[in-house]
């Protein structure tokens, strides 16, 4: 029962180690997200706020 057994944990413990390796480049990404949002808050704040967006030329009122 032990050598039947051993398969499944080493393919487990392989989709467990990928999962890891995953979830710390999603981590990397999410980090490098947050400092990309908060670099164009900085820059939104230095010039001012936000602005209203011009509408495009083919905008109509309704």
Known sequence: ???SSAPASRSASIE???AQEQ???ALTRNAHLSHLVDALRSQLRTRGGVTHPTPPPNYKNR
């Open 1 to 3: 029962m032990l050598q």
């Open 23 to 25: 979830l710390e480049e």
């Open 16 to 18: 467990i180690s990928e």
